[in-house]
C-alpha cells in the first residue's frame, strides 16, 4: 500500500518562497505520474501541477505557471515542489498524490493522497 508523506509546508511572508517535498513508500513510485494539490479553508481541492513518472512531462495550472516547480527525484522517492513569489491567497493544505497512470492531468486520475502540509502566506 502506497503511503506519501508530505513535508516542507510552514509560514512565510507574501514574497517569499518554499519547497515542498513529498515522499512515497510502499509502490512503484517510477512508474507513477505524482501531482501535488492543495485546499484552501471553504473551498474546493483544486490542482496545482502534476508531473508524468520519467519526470519529463509537466502540467500547471494559471496560478502555478511561472511561480511553481514539480520536480522528482525517482532514486529517492520523492516529488517536490518549489514555491515562489508566495501570495497570501496562496494559503491552504498542500497534498502530494499519486496516480496509477503514468501521466495524467486529470484530478480524478490521482488515487493514493497524503495528510497534506499547511501553507500559510502572511500579507
Known amino acids: 500500500q502506497v503511503q506519501l508523506v508530505e513535508s516542507g509546508g510552514g509560514l512565510v511572508q507574501a514574497g517569499g518562497s518554499l519547497r515542498l517535498s513529498c515522499a512515497a513508500s510502499?509502490?512503484?513510485?517510477?512508474?507513477?505520474?505524482m501531482g501535488w494539490f492543495r485546499q484552501a479553508p471553504g473551498k474546493e481541492r483544486e490542482i496545482v501541477a502534476t508531473?508524468?513518472?520519467?519526470?519529463?512531462?509537466?502540467y500547471y495550472v494559471d496560478f502555478s505557471k511561472g511561480r511553481f516547480t514539480i520536480s522528482r527525484e525517482n532514486a529517492k522517492n520523492t516529488v517536490y515542489l518549489q514555491m515562489t513569489s508566495l501570495k497570501p491567497e496562496d494559503t491552504a493544505v498542500y497534498y502530494c498524490a499519486l496516480s496509477p497512470y503514468d501521466y495524467t492531468s486529470i484530478p480524478e486520475a490521482f488515487s493514493a493522497w497524503g495528510q497534506g502540509t499547511q501553507v500559510t502566506v502572511s500579507s
Open positions: 508531473i508524468s513518472a520519467s519526470g519529463m512531462s509537466v
Open positions: 510502499g509502490g512503484t513510485f517510477s512508474m507513477n505520474a
